[in-house]
């Protein structure tokens, strides 16, 4: 029908004129039953507005125009006169053994969730049809709902689309091949309204009985191989549950297409696709990239270079590189995804966000931080404007978060935890894991920051959440009364802290059935350290050397953490007036330092200048003299500027040139020592006689990483 035609018929339906409409079906009769492959029974004068309405729906349907189209099958469902027609609940009833269903199809409250339309070769059948009997009137009304439901299905409206294929269900009556297919085209239909409107559950149910049908009444291996498909996405949207048999379901359907002699190459690309996916979820990442190339060839060599399939295989590739650690390639293949989304979706795509944010991992797992701030920044602003309080919003905030803790800008870490924190507070229920997450990485920061105070209350509202979400003897309760602890010790409650490395002892012991554990050994020491500090030295010395024992046996006698242990149990030698016995364990420290750091580590370093410092309080002034310049040299020749620390070697060097009464190399010392500190600007570096340098609580109780 000429376009011209087909204004004219629009015009006269739009404003009906009987005696208009009855020239033009005369007029267009002739091809209108010419187009049309059906018996050759002439129509009654009743139908004939029905076929004509049709034809027409069915070219505004092919021009796009979705609306109009809607319009002209319901004037001809309009016109039919339904005393013809049976009560439809009698023929319905024929089809309730095989499934029950609903006229409309369940949806989520929330209609942005709804899936983006990618091509998962889900929807098969997406045309209207012509009449095959125009005698058969429950079978031409069949028809109208049916293609009612097609043009309700391009518009959106997949509520209104499944009624309309429950009703042209219900008039069907399984006679022959023909009416068959037809019935598995509604099967189809139906599942697909189901699963766009995610009840993957009643969509199984339909294109299960499609496949069963299309298996029964052997409608060939087109209708056999689609519906596998079908049936196979939605196995895969099972995940772990549905992996196996979805993939056994792909590989038949593309045997299929691949059997038949005028291959359909896009829909083959689509199953590759599926395929890929499957081994993706499997992560058998190398078989999943053979089967998206595959995929990505023959969609750029039939698609536009615009397509959204082309995009999506695109980030399919990316995510696959992104495992294998093919940092680089995954970079490009998001980007080249990018390039072509942004034109299609907008900038403001959900799934423009998600692409942003896989980009922004890449660069941190790159270290390259700055890049990662400013994309996962793009996926926020994304998603914002999509909505302002949802979990992929909040779960952004505490990636950005992330990004600047590393980056040491902690204002700007707490101020995005904050904000992450807000929203999960609004859209989770109360102490969901997720808002625990949060509410540690505000602990850390505070922790990083010395606000010891806000940190310890951030790590007691941790504490009582946790209590609630996880049960007290829990391996995460024990990790949050150890920070407890560190805070209480830090604020010099020492009390307070011995309780709470007590109580995360106990965990972890109960935990993990056994005091051979890193976790236990940690807290040890943590122990250790709070009694030492109470000048309980037995004691502090017997938890010490229990998490000795446990570091040497599990990590090996020439670790780092071992030494840490040797050298607080040096320490409370020295504190206790056993000199020679404290010098050895320091020596000792110093060799598994050397073994296992390197002969130039800072904590080589620290424990040189602290072996210095022993032989000085002891008047052994030459070997002190040694320790002190062995540590100076090193700081020397570290490229980084060490400003304060070799200041404080200066200016123990200065001491003892002091006392040895060489004036020139102790001025030399002092003048240089008063230089770094004013350079340094820190406060509290004057020209003193430093103290014993007591660690231990900083090494084994680094700075916590926040929480992904």
């Not at 992560?283 to 698609?303: C, G, H, K, T, W």
Request: glycine content about 4%.
């Amino acid at each position: 029908m000429l376009p011209k035609q087909l204004d004219e018929l629009n015009e006269a339906f739009s404003a009906p004129n009987d005696s208009f409409i009855t020239s033009m079906i005369h007029k267009s009769l002739e091809d209108v039953e010419m187009a049309r492959p059906r018996k050759k029974i002439r129509p009654e004068p009743a139908i004939d507005t029905v076929l004509l309405l049709t034809e027409i729906g069915i070219t505004n349907y092919h021009l796009g125009d979705h609306s109009k189209a809607e319009q002209c099958f319901s004037q001809a469902l309009c016109r039919l006169d339904t005393s013809f027609f049976p009560d439809a609940s009698t023929a319905e009833a024929k089809y309730q053994q095989q499934a029950s269903r609903s006229s409309v199809v369940a949806t989520p409250q929330n209609d942005k969730a709804r899936r983006t339309e990618y091509d998962e070769g889900m929807r098969v059948y997406q045309t209207p049809i012509t009449f095959s009997d125009v005698s058969n009137k429950e079978q031409i009304v069949s028809t109208l709902h049916y293609n009612l439901g097609q043009t309700c299905m391009r518009q959106g409206s997949y509520e209104n689309a499944a009624s309309n294929f429950n009703r042209a269900l219900s008039l069907c009556n399984v006679t022959s091949s023909e009416s068959a297919m037809y019935v598995v085209m509604i099967f189809h239909c139906l599942g697909y309204c189901s699963y766009r409107t995610e009840n993957d559950d009643q969509a199984i149910t339909y294109y299960d009985q499609a496949l069963s049908l299309v298996r029964a009444t052997k409608l060939g291996p087109l209708a056999l191989a689609a519906s596998l498909n079908c049936v196979g996405v939605l196995y895969f949207n099972k995940q772990d549950k549905g992996t196996t048999i979805a993939l056994s379901m792909f590989r038949e359907s593309l045997d299929l297409y691949q059997s038949m002699s005028n291959q359909d190459v896009p829909t083959i690309a689509t199953v590759l696709n599926n395929i890929g996916r499957v081994y993706y979820l499997q992560s058998e990442f190398q078989q999943a990239l053979v089967m998206y190339e595959q995929s990505l060839a023959l969609r750029q060599s039939i698609l536009d270079v615009d397509s959204l399939d082309v995009a999506a295989t695109l980030y399919n590739i990316g995510q696959t590189f992104h495992q294998l650690g093919r940092l680089e390639d995954s970079l490009a293949r998001y980007k080249d995804f990018i390039h072509i989304a942004r034109g299609v979706l907008g900038p403001s795509s959900k799934d423009m966000a998600l692409v942003y944010k896989g980009i922004a991992e890449i660069y941190h797992e790159l270290s390259d931080l700055k890049m990662a701030l400013y994309f996962y920044s793009q996926a926020l602003v994304v998603q914002m404007k999509e909505d302002g309080t949802s979990t992929d919003v909040a779960t952004t905030l505490n990636k950005l978060g992330n990004i600047c803790y590393e980056m040491k800008d902690f204002t700007t870490a707490m101020r995005h935890y904050k904000k992450g924190l807000e929203v999960e507070k609004k859209i989770l229920p109360a102490n969901h894991p997720h808002t625990i997450i949060t509410q540690t990485n505000l602990a850390h920061i505070y922790k990083q920051l010395g606000q010891h105070d806000q940190a310890l209350k951030a790590y007691m509202a941790v504490y009582k959440m946790q209590m609630v979400t996880f049960g007290a003897n829990t391996l995460q309760v024990a990790e949050t009364l150890s920070s407890i602890g560190l805070m209480q010790y830090h604020l010099r409650d020492y009390e307070s802290s011995f309780e709470s490395y007590q109580q995360a002892l106990h965990i972890r012991r109960s935990c993990y059935g056994s005091d051979d554990h890193p976790d236990v050994a940690s807290t040890l020491n943590s122990v250790g350290l709070v009694l030492f500090k109470q000048d309980m030295f037995d004691l502090a010395k017997k938890c010490f050397a229990e998490s000795l024992r446990i570091r040497s046996k599990i990590l090996g006698k020439d670790h780092r953490d071992v030494a840490i242990l040797w050298y607080n149990i040096a320490t409370i030698h020295f504190e206790t007036g056993e000199d020679s016995v404290a010098i050895e364990m320091y020596k000792e420290t110093l060799r598994v330092e050397r073994t296992a750091l390197g002969e130039d580590h800072p904590d080589v370093v620290l424990t040189l200048q602290h072996l210095g410092q022993v032989h000085q309080q002891l008047g052994q002034i030459e070997e002190s003299l040694q320790y002190f310049n062995d540590a100076l040299a090193i700081e020397r020749k570290r490229p980084e500027t060490r400003s304060s620390s070799m200041g404080r070697i200066l200016n123990l060097l200065g001491n003892v040139y002091l006392q040895l009464g060489r004036t020139n190399e102790m001025m030399k010392c002092y003048v240089e020592a008063s230089r770094l500190y004013e350079q340094n600007q820190k406060a509290g570096e004057t020209l003193v006689i430093a103290g014993y340098n007591f660690y231990g609580l900083s090494k084994t109780n680094p700075p916590c990483a926040p929480v992904a």
